[in-house]
T-cell receptor, first 116, second 115 residues
Framework: ETGVTQSPTHLIKTRGQQVTLRCSSQSGHNTVSWYQQALGQGPQFIFQ???????GRGNFPPRFSGLQFPNYSSELNVNALELDDSALYLCASSPRDMFLGADTQYFGPGTRLTVL | AQSVTQLDSHVSVSEGTPVLLRCNYSSSYSPSLFWYVQHPNKGLQLLLK??????LVKGINGFEAEFKKSETSFHLTKPSAHMSDAAEYFCVVSDQDSGYSTLTFGKGTMLLVSP
C-alpha cells in the first residue's frame, strides 16, 4: 500500500461532459503528479502540482486542469470530454526534498474513465 | 528529453525459470531509473530504483536490475519466476531537465508465467 488513494474507481461519461477525479496523497508529500494511461500503453505525464501551483505540464490541452489543496488532496478536471480521453488516470505523490527522493513517485490505484 | 525503450512487449517463462526484461534508456545526464510493476486492474508498484549509489540494485520480491552506462541499459532480472509475477512491468526514467521531477515510462513488458 502506498498511502495514495483515488476516487472514484470507475466512471462512465458521455462525450462533451466534464469530469472531476480525486486523489489523496501520502501524508507529508507536497508534490502530486497526474498521468493518463491508455489501454496497452505506459502512463503519460499530464501535469504536476507543488504547494497548490502547477509547476509542470506534459503534452495535454488546457481542458485538462487541476487543483491541489493544503490537506494533501488534489483534483484532475477534464472538460469537453472526447472519446480518446477514455483511460486509466493515475495520481502519484512524492516529497519535494531530493534527499528524501523527490523523483520517487508513489502511485494510487487509478480511476478508470470511459467516455461514450 | 529522456526516453526509455522496452525491447520486448511480451515475455513468456515457465514457473521456476529465470526472468529477463530488457530496457534501454536515453538520457542527457546521470539518470534515476526505476522499474514499476502493474498487476491487472491495479495501480503501479515500485519494484526498485537506481540512483548511482550502486550499479546492481535489489528490489522487492527477488527482483534486481543492473545499470550499465556503457550499454545504456537497465535490465530487470529474477532467478526464478513465480506465478504471482505475472503482470506488466514498466521501465521508467526520471526527468529533471525542467527543474521538476517527472517520470517517462516505457511502453511496458507483459510477463506471462506458465505452470
Amino acid at each position: 500500500e502506498t498511502g495514495v488513494t483515488q476516487s472514484p474507481t470507475h466512471l462512465i461519461k458521455t462525450r462533451g461532459q466534464q469530469v472531476t477525479l480525486r486523489c489523496s496523497s501520502q501524508s507529508g508529500h507536497n508534490t502530486v503528479s497526474w498521468y493518463q494511461q491508455a489501454l496497452g500503453q505506459g502512463p503519460q505525464f499530464i501535469f504536476q502540482y507543488y504547494r497548490e501551483e502547477e509547476n509542470g505540464r506534459g503534452n495535454f490541452p488546457p481542458r485538462f486542469s487541476g487543483l491541489q489543496f493544503p490537506n494533501y488532496s488534489s483534483e484532475l478536471n477534464v472538460n469537453a470530454l472526447e472519446l480518446d480521453d477514455s483511460a486509466l488516470y493515475l495520481c502519484a505523490s512524492s516529497p519535494r526534498d531530493m534527499f528524501l527522493g523527490a523523483d520517487t513517485q508513489y502511485f494510487g490505484p487509478g480511476t478508470r474513465l470511459t467516455v461514450l | 528529453a529522456q526516453s526509455v525503450t522496452q525491447l520486448d512487449s511480451h515475455v513468456s517463462v515457465s514457473e521456476g525459470t529465470p526472468v529477463l526484461l530488457r530496457c534501454n534508456y536515453s538520457s542527457s545526464y546521470s539518470p534515476s531509473l526505476f522499474w514499476y510493476v502493474q498487476h491487472p486492474n491495479k495501480g503501479l508498484q515500485l519494484l526498485l530504483k537506481y540512483t548511482s549509489a550502486a550499479t546492481l540494485v535489489k528490489g522487492i520480491n527477488g527482483f534486481e536490475a543492473e545499470f550499465k552506462k556503457s550499454e545504456t541499459s537497465f535490465h530487470l532480472t529474477k532467478p526464478s519466476a513465480h506465478m504471482s509475477d505475472a503482470a506488466e512491468y514498466f521501465c521508467v526514467v526520471s526527468d529533471q531537465d525542467s527543474g521538476y521531477s517527472t517520470l517517462t515510462f516505457g511502453k511496458g513488458t507483459m510477463l506471462l508465467v506458465s505452470p
